[in-house]
């Protein structure tokens, strides 16, 4: 039931997140629509296409649909006061990539993949929807820039999980604990402003 | 065999569509016929991977490649006619979309989903081909933007069905009379200018 | 065993012609990895998923992401010596489509798909990393514009080994004589600017 709640919040933040960046580029209601789906469920779509796990996991749940549906109509009603949620998204988004992480992991692991597989399924649960939303707008993807780190938190939480694991305690805590840390990384990557390092020289920082 | 021949005509009104883009791109030979073939295809071949019926359907009848390769020489040989053609175009397209959507449903029936995921997938089906045309020619795709209705056409059709299907008379009805709702919905939408609602207030028009 | 290496050598060259895409557009370290992986694994991504073979390769064999990190951080490290590698680098690729086509072949064969399906299987899985690769950097792809033929060349090979099973010599002959063909053929475009026919018109040439 926790996980569902959890799951919900990260599917509201991504939407959202989806709604704006249409809007942005003017789209109408069915392109908002697309577009907040498609940040919401893509990076689980790609895993469960990757993984041959289909229809895929959208497909056989209406709530996803029906959750961003909704979505959609509030935020498009209330566009103009999203900005006052910006911490409130980023914790939601921050929430949601940290639970997808650990969905995509756990689907990695019954299709019986080693676990730098898995991470890597749980990173493209996460952090794929975004992707495609941004190449359905025609921008290079957001998390490829230099940014605060965003798909790193991701793998660091993914890989804590496999270390986890080894220590004497119920997987359940591991797994708990390894998306508590993709959302601390990610909440202070945004704090402090955490990039991966600059490899193009300082110069570039001008451009 | 009726069937077929719709079929055909809309993989040929797809195709034309494709190479009209990708000429507009000055794209090669290469080039313009696999943005004609994804135009064709692409929502079929999304569709068949979103519900894990591979080898997906184009590779197994080699029918498509075949009218897909010579609409292209025709298109690319009579370019400068085919503005003439633009009713004939216009109408093949909208039979098109008629019958990939109900297409679409056929197959979201078979992999038993339920009725929205189907009208899901027959949306899908009809309209995400031009989607990839679209973000292979570097465009935000024209049904996300602002135009006469399109997608919402095929949703509309695809409601239909699920509803005709209701009344006491023979399925084959209903799935006639839903292609025929796309079709009309798409004709009188160019027709009348029909959009979706407008969510960005008055000014944008001017933009 | 040679199969192997000459498979790791066109990973190489593949991953290195994304770094230089995503250093070019200034991508971050993430960005730049995975636009190296998909430019090396895209293609036969892409094939796995249109033939409904699943968990896709690369997802069952570490060997290609560890190869793929290991050439990104030298071809970061030495992206500014890259340019005298220019020729060692076209001999690579064209190796590597080579096989890559053949490669592909072969599983459309194990897929029971026609031989012009299985043609082109080996094209896709030859050239459509590039393809993603271009989109996820916001680029038409560059295999679609008036270049040098590539596709072309991974078709005629393809081709080619069709019609070389029919003679009456050892199957693995027609295999190594068609990887030949477009690795030769693809050399021969690059070294006399071969390209498709021009189907603009002369005025073309200046824009």
Chains 1, 2, 3 share one sequence.
């Not at 006061?81 to 939601?92: I, S």
Request: glycine share 8%.
């Amino acid at each position: 039931m926790l996980y569902f709640i959890i799951d919900i919040l990260g599917i509201i933040a991504f939407a959202i997140s989806g709604v704006l960046v249409a809007m942005d580029k003017r789209l109408d209601l069915f392109g908002i629509f697309i577009i907040a789906f498609v940040t919401s469920v893509g990076g689980g779509t790609l895993r469960d296409i990757l993984i041959g796990n289909t229809p895929v996991t959208w497909m056989q749940e209406e709530i996803y649909m029906i959750v961003i549906a909704v979505t959609v109509l509030f935020a498009i009603l209330f566009a103009k006061h999203l900005h006052h949620l910006r911490k409130t998204l980023l914790l939601f988004d921050s929430i949601g990539i940290g639970l997808f992480t650990l969905l995509g992991i756990e689907k990695g692991l019954t299709a019986e993949l080693s676990p730098i597989m898995c991470i890597a399924l749980g990173t493209i649960t996460a952090c794929f929807g975004g992707v495609i939303r941004d190449i359905l707008c025609n921008e290079i993807p957001v998390i490829f820039r230099r940014k605060e780190i965003y798909a790193t938190a991701c793998i660091l939480g993914g890989s804590s999980y496999f270390l986890l694991i080894l220590l004497p305690f119920d997987g359940a805590y591991a797994y708990i604990a390894s998306i508590l840390i993709v959302i601390v990384a990610r909440l202070l990557a945004v704090r402090f402003h955490l990039t991966l390092p600059n490899i193009y020289g300082t110069r570039e920082n001008e451009a």
